[in-house]
């Protein structure tokens, strides 16, 4: 185990190489300038030729590149060209209400997801099991965007007494009912599409886990029908969903730049997104910068979770 | 014919009637569409769906089904596109890489995991914000964020033909690697990419709807759906539920009908990923 994590974290080294020089080259090929942006109004040549050679813009691009990575290591990712804040502040500012959405749509997408799960592969061909595999189609193809809209509509104008508002962000530490009101709708909105997919995992994990001979050894001892799931085939069903966590996280992270966008959650999502139409490409590359660094160490964790979860699974033997 | 293959395989006869659909409302958009998408008519503004405009009117007085059925022509060609940018860069990476192993598997490997280190729509909307928000470079864009899967499915199917024997006596009788790969390892893999083009179609269409939403995609007027539902939002307070809902459901029946068909096509061209449950 020891060997496969040392492993894993050398290769991501030459990855993690390439996402800084891939995030490096996208902020290079943005347009416009950033010596003008910093200018102001004085646009003398003399000005912009001082202001080049300050920022380094005049220098080379391995030079350029290797002065931005020493920047970056010490948590110097730029500024703002519109706030003119440091950019990592600013992610830093954002980071827990993208983080609190994230965990709560990761945890609603999973409790639903087993439970429904597990009622479709128990139930099989019932009513309950051909609506959940519809919705395992239909959830994953459902534009995320656009189910928001509809939340919004009818939780904020249709329905009456707004259960739950159709925006704003209100901090955790300051009113927990109100921020857990605000966070159910885009709790939902992120949700449902890897639900969509945990849910199809663990029907198909579950069938495939019944056909084997523990399963039918435990049934045949006489032990309850929940008790055959929950203590024997639920725990196997269940480890190939972890992987799909690291996917989802990924997936979560895509999903929150609409999500935050829609319901005005002021994450890094939505930095980001603001960000763009103003120009303001050192947000925009540095959250990307962050999104790939977190997905990448993410996805980490849980390939060693689900070694850790799995003991058939010899990381120190295979060739993985 | 068409009944016997129905009943085989119905999925993929109305995954497949689905997406013909689609194309032929993206093709024939000029005749079928009732109204110009873009031509502004205040006096019709914000009407509801009725029998003279089935989906209602925007804010502009446009017709929204006209909008919907043009914005397929825009959506459908960035599916298309973009999935073929990334088989073709994809495939021919992932043979390579397959084929001839050693220094350039591990550099192209390498290469594609940084790119998968990036969520996918993350790093699409990077590149259209880097290049600048357009139809050809959400193209582009959406095209590199499917280059990995392909990559890795094409590299993957490779490495478990490359050892067979019709491969090695290929080899023994001296044919070229570029022989080899183009007329007996490709046509070995096709049905895999087959599905996986079909699911990527149905991912791009998807990326695109998103994009266009973040406005990176098409600007206005010209007509898209994920541009058209971010403008809706802002009657939503005075119920004006059409604007949204036409081209909402038009990504959810286009997305549907390419997953529907890459999942009857998996089930269909290869036993080894058909599921057991």
Known sequence: MTRYILRRLLLMIPVAFLVTVGVFVLVRLAPGDPALTFAGEDKSPAVIAAIREELGLDQPMPVQYVAWIERAVQGDLGRSFQTKQRVLEAIWERLPATLELGAAALIFSITVAVAVGILSAVKRNSVVDLLATGFTLAGVSFPSFFLGIVLILLFAFVIPGKIFPPGGYVPLAQDPVENLRRLVLPAITLATASMAVNLRQVRSSLLDVFGHEYVRTARAKGLRERTVIVRHALKNALIPVVTLIGIQIGAIIEGAFITETIFFWPGIGRLAVTAIPSGDYPVVQGVVLVSALSFMFSTLVVDVLYAWLDPRISYDTAGA | ?277
């Open chain 2, 1 to 277: 014919m068409m009944r016997y293959f129905a009943r085989r395989n119905p999925r993929m006869v109305v995954g497949g009637a689905m997406v013909l659909i689609w194309l032929a409302l993206a093709l024939f958009a000029p005749v079928v569409a009732p109204y110009d998408p873009i031509k502004v008519n205040v006096l019709d503004q914000l009407q509801p769906p009725s029998a003279s405009h089935w989906l209602g009117t925007d804010d502009l007085g446009r017709d929204v089904l006209s909008r919907v059925i043009w914005g397929s022509r825009i959506s459908l060609s960035v599916g298309v596109i973009s999935v073929s940018i990334g088989f073709i860069v994809g495939v021919t990476l992932g043979l390579g890489a397959g084929y001839l192993g050693g220094m350039f598997d591990l550099l192209v490997m390498r290469v594609i995991d940084a790119l998968l280190a990036f969520p996918a729509l993350v790093l699409a909307i990077a590149i259209t914000a880097a290049l600048g928000p357009q139809i050809q470079n959400a193209m582009i864009a959406i095209g590199i964020v499917a280059i990995p899967a392909y990559t890795r499915l094409t590299r993957g199917q490779v490495l478990s033909v490359r050892a067979r024997e019709f491969i090695v006596a290929a080899r023994t009788i001296g044919a070229s690697p570029l022989r080899i790969v183009v007329r007996h390892i490709f046509p070995n893999v096709t049905n895999a990419l087959v599905v996986q083009a079909t699911l990527a179609t149905a991912f791009a269409i998807l990326a695109e709807a998103a994009l266009s939403f973040l406005g990176l995609g098409p600007q206005p007027p010209n007509p898209s759906w994920g541009q058209d539902i971010n403008y809706s939002q802002r009657y939503l307070a005075n119920l004006k539920w059409w604007m949204s809902a036409g081209p909402g459901l038009a990504i959810f029946t286009a997305v549907f009908a390419f997953n529907f068909l890459g999942d009857a096509l998996r089930d269909a061209l290869d036993p080894r990923l058909r599921r057991s449950a």
